[in-house]
């Protein structure tokens, strides 16, 4: 059995990749817990009969993109639209793994961060253990083919 076979049966793990969820900067909750501040308040204000002179009104969180500035809400999350997973490798990640990577079922889009992170979307009706299995399956055995070639 050539070292190649082995390495395909995963026995020697020369390559590898390491997987870890994906976490939106944006996504936090510090409007809601605002907004339960202020009505805390409003209610404390109630209580002893006196009503808030103003109303305060929530800072709305925005963000800028291209298209201008635009308020971010839970619809406006990539996060809540698609299933990031970020891919961290101990090779460095070369031109030809966008192809390599959206040629995987369940790839939705594809980010290479740095040389050596990486972040894909998994579809909705896809497992993503299963398609983060075979990316990386993708990924190491191009990367001992190509050792093996020089």
């Given at each position: ?21 994906w976490v939106d900067a944006y996504d936090n909750d510090t409007i809601e817990s ?47 639209s698609f299933k990031f997973w970020v891919g961290h490798s101990n090779f460095k990640l070369v031109e030809d793994f966008y192809d ?51």
């Amino acid at each position: 059995m050539t070292d190649n076979e082995e390495y395909q049966r995963g026995e020697d793990p020369i390559y590898d990749i390491h997987w870890e969820a994906w976490v939106d900067a944006y996504d936090n909750d510090t409007i809601e817990s605002l907004q339960q501040i202020i009505s805390e308040e409003d209610e404390q204000l109630a209580e002893f009969g006196i009503e808030p002179e103003q109303k305060y009104s929530p800072p709305i969180k925005t963000i800028m993109t291209p298209f201008g500035i635009l308020p971010l809400t839970e619809d406006s999350l990539a996060s809540k639209s698609f299933k990031f997973w970020v891919g961290h490798s101990n090779f460095k990640l070369v031109e030809d793994f966008y192809d390599l990577i959206e040629s995987c079922d369940g790839v939705e889009s594809v980010d290479i961060m740095t040389p050596y992170r990486f972040r894909i979307a998994v579809g909705k009706m896809f497992q993503d253990r299963d398609v983060m299995y075979n990316v990386k399956l993708k990924l190491t055995s191009w990367m001992v083919e190509n050792e093996w070639t020089k």
